[in-house]
C-alpha cells in the first residue's frame, strides 16, 4: 500500500519552459513533504520543502505547492534546463523515517 | 567534512555469501537510515535508528540486521545474501522530524 505516489514514471519538457512534477499522499498524519533530485551512481540530494502549516514555499527555480484537502503536492521548475534532467523523489514524514514516491524522470531537452 | 560515507562503493557477492555494508557520518545527527533502491520501486526503507542504542524495521527488513555501533556509525548485514537483494543501497542521516535527510553516495550491491 503506497503511502506517496508518483504517477507519471517520466516526463520530457523543453528547455526554457515549465517543469511540473506531481505527487499524492494518502496519509493524513504526514506533515513535512520533501523533493529529492537524483543523478545517476549519485546519492539523493535535498532539493526543497514544505510544511504543512503553508501552501506554497518558493527556492529560486524551485517551488513546491501543497494542497492538503487534496492530498497533493507538486514542484514547479521554471525555467527548466538540460542540468534538471534527473530523477525527481517526493517525500513524506510525521515523524523519524521518511517516506519515499517511486520518482519520476525528468528529461530536459534543449 | 565528507558528510555520509558508505563503504564498499561496489560489491559483487555469491548467493549464500554475508558481508556488511558500512556508514558513517560526521554530521552529529541522531537519525540513521538504510535504503535501497530498485528500478520502478523507488526508495524502500529497511531499517532504520531513531538514536543511539535503537533500531527499527521499515518496509522490507527480511534478510538484513543492523547495528547501531555508536552515533557516528550504522551497518547493515546480510547474513546469506540471494539474487533478490541485487540492489543500490543508500544510507541516509538526519537530525530530527521536519528536516532533510542527508544521503550518502550508495553501495551497488550484485548477488550472483
Known amino acids: 500500500d503506497q503511502q506517496v505516489k508518483q504517477n507519471s514514471p517520466s516526463l520530457s519538457v523543453q528547455e526554457g519552459r515549465i517543469s511540473i512534477l506531481n505527487c499524492d499522499y494518502t496519509?493524513?498524519?504526514?506533515?513535512?513533504f520533501l523533493w529529492y533530485k537524483k543523478y545517476p551512481a549519485e546519492g539523493p540530494t535535498f532539493l526543497i520543502s514544505?510544511?504543512?502549516?503553508?501552501d506554497k514555499n518558493e527556492d529560486g527555480r524551485f517551488t513546491v505547492f501543497l494542497n492538503k484537502s487534496a492530498k497533493h503536492l507538486s514542484l514547479h521548475i521554471v525555467p527548466s534546463q538540460p542540468g534538471d534532467s534527473a530523477v525527481y523523489f517526493c517525500?513524506?514524514?510525521?515523524?523519524?523515517?521518511?517516506?519515499f514516491g517511486k520518482g519520476t524522470r525528468l528529461s530536459v531537452i534543449a | 567534512n565528507a558528510g555520509v560515507t558508505q563503504t564498499p562503493k561496489f560489491q559483487v557477492l555469491k548467493t549464500g555469501q554475508s558481508m556488511t555494508l558500512q556508514c558513517a557520518q560526521d554530521?552529529?545527527?541522531?537519525?540513521m537510515y538504510w535504503y535501497r533502491q530498485d528500478p520502478g520501486m523507488g526508495l524502500r526503507l529497511i531499517y532504520y535508528?531513531?538514536?543511539?542504542?535503537?533500531?527499527d524495521k521499515g518496509e522490507v527488513p527480511n534478510g538484513y540486521n543492523v547495528s547501531r555501533l555508536n552515533k557516528r556509525e550504522f551497518s547493515l548485514r546480510l547474513e546469506s545474501a540471494a539474487p533478490s537483494q541485487t540492489s543500490v543501497y543508500f544510507c541516509?542521516?538526519?537530525?530530527?522530524?521536519?528536516?532533510?535527510?542527508?544521503f550518502g553516495q550508495g553501495t551497488r550491491l550484485t548477488v550472483v
Open positions: 517525500a513524506a514524514t510525521p515523524w523519524t523515517p521518511l517516506v
Open positions: 496519509n493524513s498524519m504526514f506533515d513535512y
Open positions: 514544505i510544511s504543512s502549516i503553508k
Open positions: 554530521m552529529n545527527h541522531n537519525s
Open positions: 535508528s531513531a538514536s543511539e542504542g535503537t533500531t
Open positions: 541516509a542521516v538526519r537530525t530530527q522530524s521536519n528536516t532533510e535527510a542527508f
